[in-house]
């Protein structure tokens, strides 16, 4: 029997944020064992908590969705901290490293919340005509509804398309088949005096999940794009979830060349899980 938490991350409030189920001391586990468990959750991520390879860690973390594994992840590595310190882990300094499989990311804690800092892009840049085309299809959008378009990519694969506004990102209804293996954000800005500065979506069919409810990576490509072009200012929040009845709410900072992807997280679920009788492969 090994420790396991569900968390929900980017929510002050409970049940409205995405939750990350997350199996401490999963050092001995296949890759299929962690692959069959991720399957069973049906959540956008799992996670499995094991012992660091660099000396540099606090912990290791494997991030699995249904439909694979992900190198990086925004949520899963949120959740993974919270649930790590509640078990009683202790960062070796002021911040928890992070060991994963795109390397060591740095996870604050900071007024309340948990925020870890963007890995760097591994694609950026705009996107193709024939790629806007396939995407604004996918999307039930025409490709002059798009504001612009970028290449955010930190390990999911994201592609994001900044629409007019907010109300345009709730009204897209996208046909899944035609999106493929894409995974795509899109962005919108919210009307002056909201208490948010963007409305977010993503949705990412080919990995097992046909949207997810708040992404940290997502937010993390979109915050390094937005900010840059003077788009979005420093520190912002950004809103996400709600199209699915969720009220995800992630923040930003911008210090220096990082940006720091911030939430609320908390354990909704606790106890053991036996994952001895599942195949090794």
Same mark, same amino acid.
């Given at each position: ?38 399957? !069973? ?32 992840? =925004? ?27 795109? =390397?060591? #990311? ?28 396939? #995407? ?14 970028? !290449? ?107 940006? !720091? ?21």
């Amino acid at each position: 029997m090994r420790a396991f938490r569900q968390v929900d991350v980017f929510s002050a409030e409970p049940l409205m944020g995405n939750p990350v189920a997350v199996v401490h001391d999963a050092d001995g586990l296949s890759d299929e064992q962690m692959a069959a468990f991720a399957r !069973w959750t049906n959540l956008s991520e799992t996670t499995f908590l094991l012992g660091p390879t660099d000396a540099s860690a606090d912990y290791r973390v494997r991030i699995f969705t249904p439909g694979g594994e992900l190198p990086f992840a =925004g949520h899963p590595t949120l959740g993974t901290a919270h649930a790590w310190l509640e078990a009683g882990g202790a960062p070796r300094g002021e911040r928890v490293i992070q060991e994963c499989g795109v =390397g060591l #990311i740095e996870v604050r804690r900071e007024e309340g919340r948990l925020a870890f800092a963007a890995p760097p892009l591994r694609r950026s840049g705009p996107v193709s005509p024939q790629e806007l085309r396939e #995407i604004a299809a996918g999307l039930r959008i025409g490709p002059e509804e798009v504001v612009d378009a970028q !290449w955010a990519d930190n390990g999911p694969g994201w592609v994001v398309v900044r629409l007019e506004d907010a109300a345009a990102v709730l009204s897209i209804w996208p046909d899944p088949a035609s999106l493929g293996d894409l995974a795509v954000g899109v962005v919108g800005l919210q009307p002056a005096g909201s208490d948010s500065a963007i409305e977010v979506r993503a949705f990412v069919g080919g990995l097992g999940v046909a949207e997810d409810p708040v992404t940290g990576s997502l937010n993390a490509g979109i915050a390094q794009w937005l900010i840059g072009e003077g788009v979005l200012p420093p520190s912002y929040v950004a809103s996400q979830g709600t199209a699915l009845g969720r009220r995800g709410r992630v923040h930003i900072d911008a210090v220096g060349d990082t940006i !720091w992807v911030g939430g609320e997280t908390r354990t909704t679920i606790a106890g053991t899980v036996d994952l001895a009788e599942l195949p090794r492969g």
